[in-house]
Nanobody, 113 residues
Framework: QVHLVESGGGLVQAGGSLRLSCAAS?????MGWYRQAPGKQRELVAV???????NYGDSVKGRFTISRDNAKNTVYLQMNSLKPEDTFVYYC??????????WGQGTQVTVSS
């Protein structure tokens, strides 16, 4: 079992920026971020492989950037130009064959208008 611990959520005004971090207890091939609102389906935000290949959800392309430090087993999500519709609980995820085998506890991001 791999444990994921997120940090960096909070409250920000529209147009602002936040940076999320997630530390894994072991090296895993895929790391990423999903987000979810109460009663809604989880939504892909971004995923990155240990080789640096990335994939982004359509709603965040051009505004969010995912990166990772393999030496620290840590993934980052830089979120710029935040909008009220980016208000979600953000979950760090990871896995070897797919990015959703392991999940963190989630961190709330709230964007005020």
């Amino acid at each position: 079992q791999v444990h994921l611990v997120e940090s960096g959520g909070g409250l920000v005004q529209a147009g602002g920026s936040l940076r999320l971090s997630c530390a894994a207890s072991a090296r895993i091939y895929y790391m990423g971020w999903y987000r979810q609102a109460p009663g809604k389906q989880r939504e892909l935000v971004a995923v990155i492989s240990s080789g640096g290949e990335t994939n982004y959800g359509d709603s965040v392309k051009g505004r969010f950037t995912i990166s990772r430090d393999n030496a620290k087993n840590t993934v980052y999500l830089q979120m710029n130009s935040l909008k009220p519709e980016d208000t979600f609980v953000y979950y760090c995820t990871g896995g070897m064959g797919r990015p959703s085998d392991y999940w963190g506890q989630g961190t709330q991001v709230t964007v005020s208008s």
